[in-house]
């Protein structure tokens, strides 16, 4: 018998004699405030014929010693009836409970596809039943979230080595190499090695922003924007994309680096998505409790069915279209939105391209005095 079952058993046996006490307590109740005083009742007797209605004398009652005596044994025969029904009672209200943990025991074994399933009737604890069956359901697709990531994750790290390693060897392999063989080499090495080392950012930064946010400070979109506009001014230059921004003052409170983060990947994925002579449209305002941010920007036509899978690691819009990004881009935005608990909004552009809106709380929700609003104050 293992102590989980002991500690059930034991659980069963407290619910039965708190329950056989408390009828063996209401029974001593009854013999207190009832059979006692009914001991000093006199019977009354009439003396003369049926039709007389005089009544002149009285006849003795029940003694006290029989009256006590009889609810003695009437209250010693009723300690084992209560005991039995409490046992009864108390397996009855614990039979949800060892379903619930039978069934717990399962799934910590690594059945996660089982569900407790108690069903009526409605109680406290099919209640607690059905909350931990949507637990368990939100701990299955978490953990296979978890493991498809990681293979996805695996297999972007090999890709790249596995590239460098042939590279090497094909290179060490030729006897005619020379010194600009070698160069060429060495440079496609360091191009491969920085695909790399910015596939190992981009899970650093996915990985910060799924913690959640850890400071909250006084962040001003419009700054945020301006700073990354300035920097990838020449990327998209390169590439024929025009980048135009309307903003305006746009403050709320969160991680400056996450939310940095967050604006940099959608500007990155408007400028990597799109094509010669298109462009991207940034904006940022406040919305009376809120303040929002959208980026909107030309390119291929996404079909609308294909949008939230967008937002998931290593998702690209079409299998072989690698480039240089690595399909981490929007799920980074969409951890940042949920770290600061913000609304992200997406919708296809009828003639190609993406329009994304995310919406943070104003400061005032986070005890941010009103003055920190106007950036010059």
Known sequence: MTARKLARRSLQTRLALAY??????????????????????????????PASGAITGTGSGISLPQLLAGSAVALTLLVPVALALGWYVAGRFLHPLRAITATAQVISAGDLHR??????????????????????????????ARRHFVANASHELRTPLAGLRTLLE??????????????????????????????????????TSERGVTRRDTVDLAHVVEGVLASRRDQAARQGVELAGHLTPAVTAG????????????????????????HVEITTRTCGTQVALTVTNSGPVVPGHQIRRLFHPFQRLAPD???????LGLAIVHAVTRAHHASLTTSA???????????????????????????GA
């Open 170 to 207: 094909v290179t060490l392999a030729d006897p005619d190499a020379d010194a600009g063989t070698l160069r060429s080499a060495c440079q496609e090495a360091l191009a491969l090695g920085e695909h790399q080392e910015r596939l190992v950012r981009a899970l650093l930064t996915l990985a």
């Open 20 to 49: 056989a006490a408390g009828i063996h307590a209401a029974g001593i109740l009854v013999v207190v405030l009832v059979d006692v005083p009914l001991a000093g009742v006199q019977a009354t007797v009439p003396r003369g014929g």
């Open 321 to 327: 279209r690698h480039g240089d990004g690595h399909g």
């Open 349 to 375: 552009r009828p003639e190609g391209g993406l329009s994304v809106t995310v919406r943070f709380a104003a400061p005032a929700r986070f005890g941010v005095p009103a003055a920190l609003r106007d950036p």
């Open 255 to 278: 991680d400056p680096r996450l939310i940095e983060s967050l604006v940099a990947n959608l500007v990155d994925n408007a400028i990597r998505h799109n094509h010669a002579d298109g």
């Open 115 to 144: 569900r407790l399933g108690l069903g009526e009737p409605t109680d406290e604890l099919t209640e607690l039943g059905h909350t931990l069956d949507d637990l368990f359901a939100r701990l299955e697709a978490a953990f296979d």
